[in-house]
């Protein structure tokens, strides 16, 4: 992975124990402690799915500002939100070497992945149990979906690519510095990436409200909607 890079060159002594030639030259004592006492190196990946509420208290026209910038009259009439949470711990146990002034430390990473709650807000010219609210509820309800679908994707995109990080090995750095390296390694790297690919359903979600679908839900319900928004644009 690129973020690894400025790590690894950092330390150039560091490559000798991660990247050495190991099938020329035997392991020293302190690998040998290192990777055969110490335990082996966790990484736990969780997700979690949170339910939704619906908010019917707020008008289309609030709905349309708070979704931001958007084309010249196009209208909001509903809108899924929610945010991704992206928490991650690191531990482990660790071994200093008084030779060469190096420990290493087998890291054990803990992740986990949720959506907040999410509410999905429908305006509230469209009352509960008209065709006009129905219909928006179920638009809104495919934007849940691509949330909710797209969590299993990056679970399984994740635990690869820690699995593949750290797969066994221990973590070695100078001495003093191998908790402070592992915890960068988590903040400047990881925790950037992870949330990087959890951003990867806002392509989704934009095809969802892809211009075709808001004249689609313009023109249902025999002009209900086209109706409400009519008046709202003060036309008779």
């Known amino acids: 992975m ?9 330390w150039p002594l560091l490559l000798l124990f991660l990247l050495g030639d190991a099938a020329a030259a035997p392991r020293t004592p302190f690998q040998i402690r290192c990777e055969d006492t110490i335990g082996k190196t966790v990484s736990v990946l969780t997700s979690q799915q949170n339910g939704y509420s619906i908010n019917t208290q707020l008008s289309y026209k609030t709905l349309t500002t708070m979704k931001g910038p958007a084309a010249p009259n196009n209208y909001v009439l509903g809108l899924t939100k929610t ?31 949720s959506y907040a709650p999410v509410i999905i807000y429908i305006g509230n010219e469209f009352p509960p149990g008209s065709c006009g609210y129905q219909e928006i509820l179920t638009h809104e309800f495919r934007h849940m979906r ?15 690519a820690l699995a593949k990080r750290y797969s066994g090995k221990p973590f070695y750095a100078p001495g003093g510095t191998a908790r402070s390296a592992l915890l960068h390694e988590i903040d400047s790297g990881w925790l ?15 095809d969802i409200d892809a211009p075709a679908e808001y004249a689609r839900l313009s023109k249902a319900c025999n002009g209900e909607i086209q109706a409400v928004l009519n008046k709202g644009r003060g036309k008779r």
């Open 2 to 10: 690129k973020f690894l890079a400025p790590l690894l060159a950092a």
């Open 83 to 113: 945010e991704s949470r992206v928490a991650i711990r690191s531990d482990g146990p660790m071994l200093i070497d008084p030779v060469t002034g190096y420990e290493c430390i087998t890291p054990q990473v803990t992740v986990s992945l």
């Open 146 to 160: 691509a949330y909710m679908d797209h969590l299993p994707g990056v679970e399984m995109t994740v635990r690869a």
């Open 192 to 206: 950037p990436y992870i949330k990087n690919e959890m951003a990867k359903v806002e392509s989704k979600q934009a």
